[in-house]
């Protein structure tokens, strides 16, 4: 059974740090894709960040490049988000997620399994 359990969420002002991680199952820890999407309310889930299976590759949405970082340590079971510069505009809940594939693609479709989500605030 996979299972994905995402922390570290919380409220912050504009301009402050926050890191999430995602706790991933042994059984898939080192076969998928990775990624992280989030949801605001009354807004459709959107792709945030993915890494590929063994972490050689990344993927970033425009609206968070430069600022938030994915990576993953498949020896410790977890996929991690760094997100830098936070904005009013990234407050959501996130989501991790693991992909039916090797390669982290920007496509809802293409994940399969996903955590419960951890809320992050940003205040102006």
């Known amino acids: 059974q996979v299972r994905l359990v995402e922390s570290g969420g919380g409220l912050v002002q504009a301009g402050e740090s926050l890191r999430l991680s995602c706790a991933v199952s042994?059984?898939?820890?080192?076969?998928?894709?990775m990624g992280w999407f989030r949801q605001a309310p009354g807004k459709e889930r959107e792709f945030v960040a993915g890494?590929?299976?063994?972490?050689?590759?990344?993927s970033y949405a425009d609206s968070v490049k430069g600022r938030f970082a994915i990576s993953r340590d498949n020896a410790k079971y977890t996929v991690d988000l760094q997100m830098n510069s936070l904005k009013p505009e990234d407050t959501a809940v996130y989501y991790c997620?693991?992909?039916?594939?090797?390669?982290?693609?920007?496509?809802?479709?293409?994940?399969?399994?996903w955590g419960q989500g951890t809320q992050v605030t940003v205040s102006s």
């Open positions: 042994r059984s898939i820890v080192n076969v998928y894709a």
């Open positions: 890494v590929s299976w063994n972490g050689d590759s990344t």
């Open positions: 997620s693991a992909a039916r594939g090797y390669r982290p693609t920007a496509d809802i479709n293409d994940y399969k399994d």
